[in-house]
């Protein structure tokens, strides 16, 4: 079986975009636009989004584009009832492999929506790996597959760490001071933090995360929130 690869043809002006919400707004659209830069017919057969709160609109389904033209997706995305830091993905689809969206949506606090966020703390207080189960898994587990290095960060990570409303137990990791190895970023990954919110990411411990997802994460972590990025350890012979 032959494994599904990045879409070459297929350009687009951004991979990561993200919005700010404005009190009381119910929706909001990601517009990105792309092109065929093949030499040859691109078809775009579906969107497929992370969850039932995001849709796709395509110009028509399948949308077949001539070499040198392009156009527009939206993703739309529903707001109700939703508070903090909001990650989606968007997965385009073609013949001949994948293209992944993220959308990123920071959503002030709405009425009702603290007492929430009290109960969902508490949940995790008596069990880290429930983000990964039930209605919340579509939120911290579904958006994390595929994904890796940055876009990994933005959909595993950047909902807990880089929201504007996040519990004071949840560390900024902008504001790491100290470099930090890679076993460090690669233990609190694969393993989490036991008696804290912090759950353990790795498959077989019950999170959403491959090895190879883990490792990009390590890759990113490594040289994004310490300062530099420090060597890999040396391999024994």
């Not at 492999?97 to 966020?117: D, H």
């Not at 076993?183 to 990954?189: D, L, M, V, Y």
């Amino acid at each position: 079986m032959v494994s599904p690869r990045e879409e070459s043809g297929l350009e687009v002006d951004a991979v990561v975009k993200e919005y700010t919400a404005k009190p009381g707004e119910e929706s909001c659209v990601f517009t990105f636009a792309v092109k065929n830069i093949s030499k040859a017919e691109l078809v775009i057969n579906q969107v497929r989004t992370s969850c039932g709160c995001t849709v796709a609109k395509l110009p028509m389904q399948p949308w077949k584009i001539a070499p040198g033209k392009g156009g527009d997706i939206r993703l739309i995305v529903d707001l109700q009832g939703k508070s903090g830091v909001l990650v989606k993905t968007a997965t385009i689809d073609t013949p001949t492999g994948f293209k992944t969206l993220t959308i990123k949506v920071n959503i002030p606090a709405a009425a009702g929506m603290n007492a929430t966020r009290e109960r969902n703390m508490q949940l995790a207080a008596k069990n880290r790996q429930a983000v990964f189960q039930g209605d919340c898994a579509s939120c911290h587990a579904t958006p994390t597959l595929g994904q890796e290095g940055v876009a990994l960060y933005v959909t595993a990570c950047s909902i807990c760490h880089d929201a504007e409303h996040r519990g004071s137990m949840v560390p900024d990791l902008h504001a790491v001071k100290t470099p930090l190895d890679r076993e460090f970023w690669r233990t609190q990954i694969t393993h989490g933090r036991p008696n804290t919110l912090m759950p353990a990411f790795a498959q077989d411990q019950g999170g959403p995360l491959s090895p190879k997802q883990i490792d990009s994460l390590v890759d990113y972590l490594a040289g994004e929130f310490s300062g530099h990025q420090l060597p890999a350890p040396a391999q024994k012979p």
